[in-house]
């Protein structure tokens, strides 16, 4: 019993894939001879699949698969803005689709290669329990930092100062911890734990495009990587001796990754691809700076849709971008924030409504008397300070009307 479960953690590490821009893993982490025969397995069912659909190469119609977003964060910096986590879903949506300004950078060589993989992703809206939701858990943790390189399996856990998953089958869980890098499991690997440790792995500084995020990794496209390989997508380098390909044909042989940024349509060659238009640095699925990566070409577009048919059909199906009932007043009791809370009876009221409506807050006591009233005009973005001093110490509750909506929040004067 004992071997079988050190075999399954020897698997876990199989299966896992660590980029800390510039480093990845993948390489070095699976040199088992189960792995590379599961892979090979894997890798002819690929083949079959490119030959049966050689007449449609393209996926014919668009996909939208749900993200779950888990921030767990020790530090404040690590506590990143919800609308830190949407910029990052809006850059996988355009790079994901081809509708990223920067092909202009594409070089001449490869922008006929450049790929529509018609997946797009949104922010989970309805919870595995079918209630309304933001797709973003937060979690503060007394850990640190988190090593999921080195086995440390703590962020996928509540219990170990994680978060636990979402049903894997049904979203893409990422979590965003201090951890140095990015990670993610391809699919089709046995896991134990019914799945729990299935996903993304990505550090605040290295997630969206504002906050926390830090260059060269602040445009979004680590997590494009890491999504990339979720799809089993394969680095387009190889990080061992000789030219070992990724699998997909129209990526050039590439010998080893390139670093940095390189100067705007470069050719890069090396001895696996050593003519023009040489290696595709521009690709996300390489290492080079996020300014630089600007595409996924139509083979990698082709393998992420065989993988989303196969092996994570089950998104397909999922139920988490449909919004369940309800979902509008919850996003908008989000849109509003009380601070502090609990006060000495000075409440502000911050506001970030999708669209300018009429605010008027009534303030109640517990026994539902109406004891404060006021009309706040047409409001979208901004903070309302309410004076509420002179009340006794208890339990309050707010009721915001925003246009036909009403918000009810719970105020404690102490
Ligand atoms: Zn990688």
Redesign the pocket.
């Known amino acids: 019993m004992k071997s079988n479960y050190l075999f399954l953690i020897f698997f876990i590490s199989s299966a896992v894939?660590?980029?800390q821009t510039p480093k990845?893993h993948?390489q070095q982490n699976n040199k088992s001879q189960v792995y590379d025969k599961l892979r090979n397995e894997h890798e002819k069912q690929f083949a079959e699949w490119v030959q049966n659909h050689k007449t449609s190469t393209t996926q014919a119609s668009v996909n939208i698969i749900p993200v779950v977003v888990h921030v767990v964060w020790n530090t404040p910096v690590q506590n990143i803005s919800n609308a830190q986590v949407i910029s990052q879903i809006n850059i996988l949506n355009e790079d994901f689709r081809k509708l990223n300004a920067d092909t202009i950078n594409t070089p001449v060589g490869f922008k006929s290669l450049i790929g529509d993989s018609k997946i797009e992703f949104c922010l989970a809206k309805r919870d595995p329990f079918g209630n309304p939701t933001t797709g973003i858990t937060n979690t503060q943790t007394t850990e640190f930092s988190f090593a999921p390189l080195l086995g440390d399996t703590n962020i996928y856990y509540t219990a170990s100062g994680g978060r636990d998953a979402w049903d894997t089958a049904q979203y893409i869980n990422i979590w965003v911890c201090n951890n140095g890098g990015?990670m993610?499991t391809f699919p089709g690997v046995p896991r134990p734990f019914t799945g729990m440790q299935d996903g993304v792995i990505m550090d605040p500084a290295m997630f969206g495009n504002m906050g926390s995020a830090t260059p060269p990794n602040d445009l979004g496209r680590l997590c494009d990587?890491?999504i990339?390989?979720y799809f089993y997508l394969l680095?387009i380098f190889n990080s061992s001796a000789g030219c070992m390909n990724d699998t997909v044909a129209d990526t050039p042989p590439q010998g080893v990754p390139i670093l940095g940024c390189p100067v705007l349509n470069a050719v890069i060659t090396d001895s696996c691809s050593p003519s023009a238009p040489g290696v595709m640095y521009c690709n996300y699925?390489d290492?080079t700076d996020d300014a630089c990566k600007n595409m996924f070409s139509k083979g990698q577009c082709t393998r992420m849709n065989w993988c989303l048919n196969t092996f994570r059909s089950s998104l397909l199906t999922s139920q988490g971008c449909l919004a369940p009932l309800g979902y509008d007043e919850f996003i908008e009791k989000n849109n509003i924030t009380v601070s502090p809370n609990p006060s000495n009876g000075v409440f502000n009221f911050s506001l970030n409504l999708k669209e300018e409506k009429n605010i008027v807050i009534d303030i109640l006591n517990v026994i539902g008397e109406r004891i404060y009233s006021e009309d706040f005009g047409s409001k979208k973005n901004g903070s309302i300070r309410i004076e509420l001093s002179s009340l006794k110490s208890g339990i309050y509750f707010a009721n915001i009307k925003t246009g036909n909506n009403l918000v009810t929040k719970k105020l404690l004067i102490q």
Request: hydrophobic share 35%.
């Open positions: 894939l660590f980029s990845c993948v990015g993610a990587h890491e990339g390989h680095h699925m290492y």
